[in-house]
């Protein structure tokens, strides 16, 4: 056994630290979180794997757009308007009740954002105070554009002004619980491997999403088009806990330049840019009615299907655009990714001049294929999951947006959680037994001197979920798919770490493989085709409307198996519907 793997934390590396709220994560939502529960008067900490807060979470480098309903005079840019478009966007899958909590506080967000220092305005308009596009299926220009360099950073400074507690390259390993309540967390410093139990009567879960779940072009998983640092672990902590996870089936991806796997796709489609075949036809049409300005979800599905039928490879063209709107993508394409630029100048791309070849990323659980539905933590309108005291928010919970969604559900689930910890009793102290008895279980790892890596673990995952689950999914191999996850359950103890980094991975690795299995469970429940790529079932090509407009919901059972429930919706996709009035009071009035 190395000196480095039998290392055990040094004495006086553990520490107790009592808050109100334990946030896990400190991207958008975490941060707002912590905002909202400031502005309620409670103690909070926040736990962030990355480095500080002003530079960690998806956007860490920055953003080009931002969601946002500004009530401006136009009929489609008021917040009942687009509830009212909700059950289509979502295809009658989603809480609308969450839904109107999140779209009623955008107008809000916006100018809470603005007195935090964020600029939204865009370099190149600048006679106008909101450069606004349409994409994605929205029925609007929601979609601001603007230089978000600096975005991250903005709302780290304003979380960490709240006088919050701030761990950072801390990962959170468990949720610790007491008859069915929350009392906090446990967690370790990535590099120094020192111990913290954070002991709160609230937890908000508010770390991402879930990436490095399929196989990508390059081989590298952490070549992914969404960060990989984001591995599932609220929803990991989620299910060990007792929490429902819903909407799993839905996954997502983007078109990116081939060989680069990267965002931008909004960009692109919010700038006009066409796809056309190998023929040189431009075929989205033929997928969804909105062509390329409709969903995620339809654009990936219109690239599977050209490139199954034989018509690939499949291209970008942005010939018709002049070449001051050329340029104006480019240059807002570097905001977030700020090597993108430098592609297309190595490989001597003018977007004006010809098209440019691009490819379907790897499956990852970001938006579950559409807005206002998300994979992950069922939350209600308050941002509660399914046990008390446990709250979500952002790319891990089921109801988000984008920034604007996390930004929003963020601050409502802080002040939620500030509420809710007001009337509970504070958590009783840890013994000395107990505090050792969960750090053994946490480093075991560290001091296994045979079994498998996480990247040996991960790999596998990758390989199921790309192989048996897809794309396009059927009933024997999804079943198989989950099988095998289901025996690699059986095998996490076996994962090894040579140091408090690779401890991380460890932990990554069995989060990562529980998404899986909900997604494989999920998957296999939804006997239908819905929302497109993001749910495309070969054996059930069409869409059951009688009976898939509902949310499908996983829990963990007995023996560490996943149990399935699901509830019909009600709402209908057809016509627009009134909002109900019961929601239309609760919103105003919240307003």
Request: glycine fraction near 10%; aromatic fraction near 8%; include cysteine.
């Amino acid at each position: 056994m190395t000196e480095t793997r039998s290392r055990k934390a040094a004495a006086g590396s553990i520490q107790v630290v009592e808050a109100d709220i334990a946030i896990v994560g400190g991207g958008v939502a975490g941060c707002l979180a912590a905002v909202g529960a400031a502005e309620i008067g409670a103690k909070v900490a926040i736990l962030e794997k990355g480095g500080i807060i002003e530079r960690s979470g998806s956007i860490a480098a920055g953003v080009d757009h931002y969601i946002a309903v500004l009530d401006e005079g136009e009929e489609w840019d008021k917040p009942g308007y687009l509830l009212r478009h909700v059950p289509v966007v979502t295809q009658g899958v989603t809480d609308l009740p969450a839904a109107a909590r999140l779209i009623y506080g955008l107008p809000g967000m916006v100018k809470r954002l603005e007195d935090m220092g964020v600029d939204f305005h865009d370099p190149d308009k600048p006679g106008i105070p909101y450069y606004r596009h349409r994409a994605f299926g929205l029925p609007g220009e929601y979609y601001i554009n603007f230089d978000g360099r600096h975005f991250k950073h903005s709302i780290g400074r304003a979380a960490r002004k709240t006088g919050a507690k701030v761990f950072e390259r801390v990962m959170v390993s468990e949720v610790l619980m007491d008859n069915g309540r929350p009392k906090g967390v446990v967690a370790f410093n990535i590099r120094t491997g020192a111990v913290f139990f954070v002991l709160a009567p609230t937890v908000i879960l508010a770390a991402g999403d879930a990436n490095r779940i399929g196989e990508n072009a390059s081989g590298f998983p952490f070549d992914s088009w969404h960060i990989p640092y984001n591995t599932g672990d609220g929803h990991g902590m989620a299910l060990r806990v007792g929490a429902q996870l819903a909407n799993m089936e839905f996954t997502d991806s983007t078109v990116s330049p081939k060989g680069y796997s990267t965002q931008g796709l909004n960009a692109f489609v919010g700038a006009g840019a066409h796809f056309i075949n190998v023929n040189g036809e431009r075929f989205m049409f033929k997928y969804d009615p909105k062509g390329e300005r409709a969903s995620r979800a339809a654009l990936v599905n219109g690239v599977v299907g050209e490139t199954l039928a034989g018509r690939g490879p499949i291209y970008c063209d942005c010939t018709h655009l002049s070449e001051e709107e050329a340029q104006h993508l480019v240059r807002t394409l570097g905001v977030d990714r700020p090597a993108l630029p430098d592609y297309f100048a190595q490989k001597k791309i003018n977007l004006s001049k010809e098209p440019f070849e691009v490819t379907v990323g790897e499956i990852a659980t970001v938006r579950a294929g559409a807005l206002f539905r998300g994979s992950g933590v069922h939350v209600d309108a308050d941002a509660a999951s399914s046990v008390p005291g446990i709250y979500a928010a952002g790319d891990c919970s089921s109801m988000n947006a984008a920034v604007a969604g996390a930004a929003v559900m963020g601050h409502v689930a802080g002040q939620s959680a500030a509420r809710f910890a007001q009337n509970q009793p504070r958590p009783e102290a840890l013994s000395k037994d107990e505090i050792e008895r969960i750090h053994e279980d946490m480093v075991r790892p560290l001091h296994q001197e045979e079994g498998i890596t996480f990247r040996q673990f991960e790999d596998e995952v990758r390989h199921i979920v790309t192989h048996y689950i897809g794309y396009r999914r059927e009933e024997k191999y999804l079943q198989e798919g989950l099988h095998r996850l289901q025996l690699l359950r059986e095998r996490e103890k076996e994962m090894i770490a040579e140091n408090y980094h690779g401890l991380m991975r460890v932990n990554e690795a069995r989060n990562i493989r529980a998404v899986a299995e909900a997604l494989a469970t999920s998957a296999i429940e939804r006997k239908e085709t819905r929302a497109s790529a993001a749910h495309f079932r070969v054996d059930f090509p069409d869409t059951d409307d009688e009976n898939g407009r509902r949310i499908i919901m996983v829990e963990q059972g007995a023996e560490g198996k996943l149990r399935v429930s699901s509830r019909q919706t009600g709402l209908q996709v057809d016509v627009l519907p009134e909002v109900p009035p019961e929601i239309l009071a609760q919103e105003e009035e919240a307003v």
